[in-house]
């Protein structure tokens, strides 16, 4: 089992910037996918970005070129660098994580584990 507890999240103005963390614990694979997803009120999830453990990295277009995605092996942490907020990110956050056998995706339905979530808020 694959614990994920993201963290970082806030409230910050349009065109502000926010850093997201989510530590992983528990039975975790040296090869892996992770990816952040996020869902607005009324709105489904969707797929923001995600990484493979070579490095590799999607992301939507929505969020390319604003957004980073990175994973520390040491620390076992995945991240997620916010900049140029618009108020059209705003919503919960989460991070998900797969493995040993995944394939780079934003793809949703592959991921099995998954964090409670943290709330992003930008204002106009």
């Known amino acids: 089992q694959v614990r994920l507890v993201e963290s970082g999240g806030g409230s910050v103005q349009s065109g502000g910037s926010l850093r997201l963390s989510c530590a992983a614990s528990?039975?975790?694979?040296?090869?892996?996918?992770m990816g952040w997803f996020r869902q607005a009120p009324e709105k489904e999830r969707e797929g923001v970005a995600a990484?493979?453990?070579?490095?590799?990295?999607t992301y939507a277009d929505s969020v390319k070129g604003r957004f980073t995605i990175s994973h520390d092996n040491a620390k076992n942490t995945l991240y997620l660098e916010m900049n140029s907020l618009k108020p059209e990110d705003t919503a919960m956050y989460y991070c998900?994580?797969?493995?040993?056998?995944?394939?780079?995706?934003?793809?949703?339905?592959?991921?099995?584990?998954w964090g409670h979530g943290t709330q992003v808020t930008v204002s106009s």
């Open positions: 990484i493979d453990s070579g490095g590799s990295t």
């Open positions: 998900a994580a797969e493995g040993p056998i995944c394939v780079l995706s934003i793809w949703e339905d592959q991921y099995n584990y």
């Open positions: 528990g039975r975790t694979s040296r090869t892996y996918c």
